[in-house]
């Protein structure tokens, strides 16, 4: 399917006049179209909720988008949690699926009153310990190792990750937890990453929905939840088929009704934790091209680098590149587009076929709306851009300035550094 950016170059054009490149770029309306498919896709399970996984884009502009169409927060660290109670997303909306967990976090989340997704059987302990009880609800994120894979030949690699309880520790789990005096229970696993097929959540689902009929019937946990995680993903690459969240929905529905209603279970709830699906598409990071270079290979050096987007660096990840103004223009020039980074690996682009490119160009980058400026960093002192929010009416919205060298030296406590520079703080 052709990638077309939701901006034009006359729209940046505009943007830019306030608010100077690089930026990461938010569609509404996008958004808020997906969140509503979500929730439809889903509304035959009463009890169903997304939590959206607060780490891909913590935002809290977007978030509460989200949260108008029934979403809670899926956390994983402390100021998660503290951007959420923020929010006012407390209680039963928020989902703590954390993993080497600090103590006092469980804590926090408890505070909270967050149902806390243990990836651990010791923490069964630690949690105990840490609160004094356990709390009435609790979720055991489940880890069955192996490879799981799926008709299309996707796969991914359970049992190398770090994640989670093995099968008989979830069944051991749930004994020590009710013995404790848990009352609901629930599960959770998170199996394969990222999965560009419909067949996903359904086959994750009927394996997990089987597992809880066994563990309800032989531990007499109270089962109200079953919590299928993130990993839908998105198609980065323009010959990929977007997932159809309506026929993942149905599949879902499907293999509730064979497996968890003959066995009575069928006032169990649907959870999941999605970011990229949620938000991936609908971010998109607006860079100029400011160098060209011609050496052994050709090069685009633009204003943005991996501090802004990192994926690329980090796992060869392909994010399509747009040049704005040029979308029907032939692709007859072969580049790398690159940041300024002290990185030779600080590259959006390699041998990647475009229209020529001009200084002053825009690219678009697409689909950095999950896991784009969330990832960011600040190596070599880069400093990370600002996140812009296009509404629906058309205006744009900062939703999060760019950082500053003040923001960038803040943390030197009694070094009164500003004292030092002679030309100023810009
Ligand atoms: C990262 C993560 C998610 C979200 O994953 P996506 O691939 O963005 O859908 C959900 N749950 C947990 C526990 C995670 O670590």
């Known amino acids: ?19 100077p490149t690089p930026f990461h770029l938010y569609d509404e309306k996008g958004i808020r179209e997906n969140a509503k498919a979500v929730k439809e896709a889903f509304a035959w399970n009463p009890g169903f909720r997304e939590y959206f996984a607060v780490k891909a884009t913590p935002n809290p502009y977007l978030i509460k988008i989200l949260h108008e169409y029934g979403c809670g927060c899926d956390c994983s660290s402390l100021t998660e949690l503290m951007l959420s109670e923020a929010m006012g997303i407390a209680g039963e909306e928020i989902m703590f699926s954390s993993n080497d967990t600090p103590a006092q976090e469980y804590w926090y989340a408890a ?23 356990l709390p009435e609800t609790m979720s055991c994120r489940y880890n069955p190792g192996g490879v799981f894979q799926m008709s299309n030949g996707i796969m991914d690699n359970p049992g190398d990750s770090k994640y989670g309880f093995t099968t008989q520790q979830m069944f051991e789990g749930f004994r020590i937890l009710k013995e404790k005096g848990v009352k609901r229970f629930g599960i959770h696993a998170f199996l394969a990453s990222n999965t ?10 009927k394996e997990l929905f089987e597992l809880a009929v ?7 946990a109270d089962i109200k939840f079953i919590n299928l995680s993130g990993g839908v993903g998105i198609p980065y690459t323009p010959d990929q088929e977007p997932n159809d969240i309506y026929m993942i929905g149905e599949g879902v529905r499907k293999v509730y009704e064979e497996v968890l209603m003959p066995a009575g279970m069928g006032d169990v709830a649907i959870y999941t934790e999605m970011g990229r699906f949620m938000m991936g598409p609908y971010g998109q990071l607006v860079t100029r091209a400011i ?13 943005a680098c991996a501090v802004d ?34 990185e030779n690996n600080d590259k959006f682009a390699v041998d990647r076929m475009l229209p020529e490119i001009e200084k002053g160009d825009y690219l678009v980058i697409h689909d950095t709306g999950a896991h784009g400026y969330a990832m960011g960093y600040n190596y070599n002192g880069k400093l990370k851009s600002a996140e812009l929010l296009l509404k629906e009416d058309g205006e744009v919205q900062l939703i999060r300035r760019a ?11 009694g070094l009164d550094i500003y004292s030092k520079f002679r030309f100023g703080r810009r």
């Open 214 to 220: 066994k563990l309800e019937k032989e531990t007499g």
């Open 403 to 413: 950082e500053t060298p003040e923001d960038y030296f803040a943390t030197f406590d």
């Open 291 to 303: 160098h060209e270079k011609h050496t052994h290979k050709e090069y685009i050096g633009v204003d």
């Open 1 to 19: 399917m052709k990638k077309i950016p939701f901006v034009t170059k006359e729209k940046v054009q505009d943007i830019v006049k306030e608010y």
């Open 309 to 342: 987007l990192m994926r690329p660096a980090m796992y060869g990840a392909y994010h399509h590149i747009t040049v704005l103004g040029k979308e029907e223009a032939v692709c007859g020039h072969k580049y790398d587009v690159v940041g300024s980074l002290c």
């Open 196 to 205: 560009v097929s419909n067949e996903y959540y359904p086959v994750l689902a």
């Open 111 to 133: 505070k909270l009153g967050a149902i806390i997704n243990l990836d651990d059987i010791t923490h069964i302990e630690l949690v105990e310990k840490t609160l004094g009880t």
